[in-house]
């Protein structure tokens, strides 16, 4: 799962509230019982509510990104008796990756989290991220470093190891950012997804649900959630995906709809 859950410190005194929602929040993750899930914007109130609802997971939160008072991040959950963790690392999305830093024009700090696992015997690395929503240049050179890190990572752990990578990457299928990584094999798994029809395909819907109304339509749906997979000897089997559009009347789990797939070994 791929979920920007929407950071518990935004949206006080409001419907919106992480108090308003956090229950449907859980209730949804509790219904999809995803294996790992790659969290966008968690705070501290997000966290605090998965520590006490969601016992079955353990976590890594990744570097803090965005606003150095109001941190977010790119946690990594996992339930440990289906995933063992091997090893564990993040850095930030600049020309000095290994502190707190922003660059190419970024609005905030962004950062990447990753981790590898084992399964029956497979390893599996899965990075998480949360691209910038103001520069498209931030977005491209965030995605080339983010591909030039994986690269590293397969030189030390082999470089057949299938790579799963989650986030919010504020921007469509087509552009230059998600180029960067089909044209650095990965695939796309909503493209073996059942609801794959241009409408209804946003996974950004400003809590508004199926009333959400893109300000530019004519670039296609505002599906900017995405779950990636690199896999050179295909081990792993992609069954399906979708987007998990639940909600409780107008209340809805966050202003981004998770997204699920379901990769079998």
């Not at 470093?145 to 799963?164: A, C």
């Not at 009333?211 to 295909?234: F, N, S």
Request: hydrophobic fraction near 35%; aromatic fraction near 10%.
């Amino acid at each position: 799962m791929s979920f920007n859950v929407r950071g518990s410190f935004r949206d006080r005194d409001t419907p919106n509230a992480w108090d308003a929602r956090a229950a449907l929040n859980v209730e949804t993750i509790i219904r999809s019982s995803p294996t790992v899930i790659g969290f966008q914007e968690l705070q501290g109130g997000n966290l605090q509510t998965y520590g006490e609802k969601l016992p079955r997971y353990e976590h890594i939160l990744g570097p803090e990104y965005g606003n150095e008072a109001r941190p977010s991040l790119n946690a990594i959950f996992f339930d440990p008796h289906h995933l063992r963790l091997l090893d564990s690392g993040g850095f930030w999305l600049s020309e000095t990756p290994r502190r707190y830093s922003s660059s190419w024009n970024s609005r905030v700090v962004r950062s990447a989290n990753w981790a590898l696992f084992e399964s029956s015997g497979l390893s599996l690395l899965h990075l998480n991220t949360h691209l910038d929503h103001a520069s498209s240049l931030a977005r491209r050179e965030g995605s080339r470093l983010i591909l030039h890190k994986v690269t590293k990572l397969l030189r030390r752990y082999g470089g057949d190891t299938p790579v799963v990578v989650t986030g919010d990457f504020n921007c469509r299928p087509g552009t230059p950012t998600y180029r960067n990584f089909t044209e650095g094999g990965f695939v796309d798994t909503y493209l073996t997804a059942d609801d794959t029809a241009r409408e209804g395909a946003h996974t950004f819907h400003a809590f508004k649900g199926p009333l959400y109304r893109d300000a530019r339509p004519g670039l296609g749906p505002r599906r900017i959630d995405w779950i990636l997979l690199r896999d050179p000897r295909g081990r792993l089997r992609m069954l399906s995906h979708s987007v998990v559009r639940d909600h409780s009347r107008e209340t809805y789990p966050s202003d981004h709809y998770p997204v699920l797939a379901d990769l079998a070994h």
